[in-house]
T-cell receptor, first 111, second 112 residues
Framework: DAKTTQPTSMDCAEGRAANLPCNHSTISGNEYVYWYRQIHSQGPQYIIHGLKNNETNEMASLIITEDRKSSTLILPHATLRDTAVYYCIVRVGGSQGNLIFGKGTKLSVKP | SAVISQKPSRDICQRGTSLTIQCQVDSQVTMMFWYRQQPGQSLTLIATANQGSEATYESGFVIDKFPISRPNLTFSTLTVSNMSPEDSSIYLC?????????FGSGTRLTVV
């Protein structure tokens, strides 16, 4: 079973920041937090991952709480193309473990 | 990142037949994975395929139903055997790509 809990759905206005929360209260010390998204009918797309420090790349920022029991994915300026299901995944066994997908959050970006 | 070509992109098959899905990657990779995504559901790992060894299947998936080949470091196939309508799903391959998995675009299978 997935070790994460995410809201089923969220809305965001185009151009605004989208903040997607994820709870992973049972995360272990060597487990990473990964975020993927799946746009309708496509394969999942990697977004970002982190262990305990906040991370930023060209797509998003990942904020991990100090106790590592939750995290937030931030899309700084959401566009209509960001409408997708976003999956927060705790990767068992560090960076070489299997991905276990939960149900994810359906993000709808609205004009 | 790795580029994956998955074929076919979609197919409609008769029950009782088999379909082989191909996954080609543009670089040599050790680990390849096969997933199933049933309608309206999330992804479920079917098996892990390492070159030169038998695939490792997850609980609920068996080799007779989903035989996998991994002849070299850039290619793998998944066969869905003796299909029934319950096998209608999207099947995806992925590869271990440095510190992440990269996915193909999937094969949408409909069994009638």
């Amino acid at each position: 079973d997935a070790k994460t809990t995410q809201p089923t759905s969220m809305d965001c206005a185009e151009g605004r920041a989208a903040n997607l929360p994820c709870n992973h209260s049972t995360i272990s010390g060597n487990e990473y937090v990964y975020w993927y998204r799946q746009i309708h009918s496509q394969g999942p797309q990697y977004i970002i991952h982190g262990l305990k420090n906040n991370e930023t790349n060209e797509m998003a920022s990942l904020i991990i709480t100090e106790d590592r029991k939750s995290s937030t994915l931030i899309l700084p300026h959401a566009t209509l193309r960001d409408t997708a299901v976003y999956y927060c995944i705790v990767r068992v066994g560090g960076s070489q473990g299997n991905l276990i997908f939960g149900k994810g959050t359906k993000l709808s970006v609205k004009p | 990142s790795a580029v994956i070509s998955q074929k076919p992109s979609r197919d409609i098959c008769q029950r009782g037949t088999s379909l082989t899905i191909q996954c080609q990657v543009d670089s040599q990779v050790t680990m390849m994975f096969w997933y199933r995504q049933q309608p309206g559901q999330s992804l479920t790992l079917i098996a892990t395929a390492n070159q030169g060894s038998e695939a490792t299947y997850e609980s609920g998936f068996v080799i007779d139903k989903f035989p996998i080949s991994r002849p070299n470091l850039t290619f793998s196939t998944l066969t869905v055997s003796n299909m029934s309508p319950e096998d209608s799903s999207i099947y995806l391959c992925s590869v271990e790509d440095r510190d992440r998995e990269t996915f193909g675009s999937g094969t949408r299978l409909t069994v009638v």
